[in-house]
């Protein structure tokens, strides 16, 4: 049977942590992450996504994917999914982050409140993975918040990798 486990309770905190996962990962990793852009535009995305978000069926979002690590290992990877109407006032930054993480938006000065935040583990992994060829050997952590701006909601998933240094095979 296959077994995970947390390598410490600092790992525990990086997962259920409320605030900026980018400054998480500098403190519990003694490393300043490097955040590439994968995608960023206008799309239709899932009925989950849209559930969630109260986006109606065949009207677009703002869909943002990045990946985060060190040198040359992705740590994570995070998809946030921003509705038209959330764009409008500071949110409207959002279009516009390229390689900025973003939390510096979120728990900045004119944030945003996190309503929900969901840790769970995974198999599922989104299209982007598939095509980058990640493949894990085992389930992987993936939290999931949803923030409100005085403009609307917004949803950052973030799926930590299988090369995150928080995982950790038991060979029993």
Known sequence: ME???LLNTDIFALLSDRGSLT???EQVMGVKPRLTLLNQGRQMVSREERVKLDIPPREMALVREIKMGKHNKNWM???TI???RTLQGPARRIASLNDTPIGKLLFGRNGA???SMEVTLTWELPQ???AMGVIPEHRLWQRQSIFE???GPLMV???FLPDCPIYQQDDV
Do not use: M, N, W
Request: a positive charge.
């Open 113 to 115: 409140i996190r309503k």
């Open 157 to 159: 998933t973030e799926l």
């Open 82 to 84: 921003v509705p038209h």
């Open 77 to 79: 990877f995070a998809r």
């Open 23 to 25: 400054g998480r990962f």
């Open 3 to 5: 077994q995970i486990k």
């Open 149 to 151: 701006f005085r403009s």
């Open 128 to 130: 982007t993975l598939i």
